[in-house]
């Protein structure tokens, strides 16, 4: 039998998902029959699956040892990690291309991991059920910025207004060619393909393609290709690089779209270099993010 203490990070969770995270080895299933058969109990009275748990909370789980695992102390390298911005409660880090947001030890995950470890703000041997993790996602092979939460309250709300389209997107990119209109919004349904991992523009209406919508605006003209600025008012898989490409302007390097390769570039030259809170509901211990932009100081990171 094991007794433990519910802290911040573990309240307002329902039993069921905390209990998910806090015993990994131990399959959905079990666990369902042991709060069932009333082995986990809270404050020494039983409970359900759908009942939430409350900071202060003690749970009592007569289980077998065997299930209770340690976790593993971060052990990544955080050298060359680029913090761009830093609160209490959130940070903003640049992922280069080519680097995995997720993974092994060489994941950007990994490494923001390793670096809150280092400064002592995150221990998973001292946390039950929270691990900081990404927010927001970004191709291997893109380049850009990716929010992660330091605490799991502050992980509730931001992912909460991601979803919800508050927090906004932008993007630099070069595309072959100029486009006619210097301004345009782009609207298009789109169509994944998982067995070739490729995104397809399809006619309104196609079974399970999904609307996508973006906004660009050249910023410079070169010879052969332009900087545009993009963005984004959905959030599709490839959206960017798929539509520009049904416009006749391709990303360059982008060759699975298109593109002709490109010495220069091994893959699509794209950056999320920007992000803004554009919180119009309450965002709780995040309020104070509202109208804040970060962004990367280089305005064009393909020169």
Known sequence: MKIITVNENDSGQRVDKF????????????????????????????????DVLSAGDELYLYINDEFFTEKAVPKAESEGLLVVYEDDNILAAYKPVGQKAHGDETSLLSQLQSYLYQKGEYNPQKEQSFTP???????????????????AQAQRELNEKIKEGQVTKEYLCLVNGVPKAKKKKLTNWLLI???????????????NAKEAILEYEVLEERAKESLLHIKLITGRKHQIRVQLAALGHPLVGDTKYGAQKDSRYRYQALCAYSLTFCFETDAGILQYLKGKRIALENNNPFV
């Open 133 to 151: 993790a990404l927010s927001n996602r970004l191709d291997r092979n893109t380049a850009g910025l990716v929010l992660l939460a330091k605490n």
């Open 193 to 207: 393909s998982e067995t070739e991992n490729k995104v397809s523009v399809v006619p309104k209406g196609t079974r």
């Open 19 to 50: 209990l998910t995270k806090f015993l990994p080895a131990m399959p959905k299933s079990l666990l369902y029959k042991q709060l069932r058969k009333k082995r986990i109990k809270r404050n020494k009275k039983a409970l359900t699956a759908q």
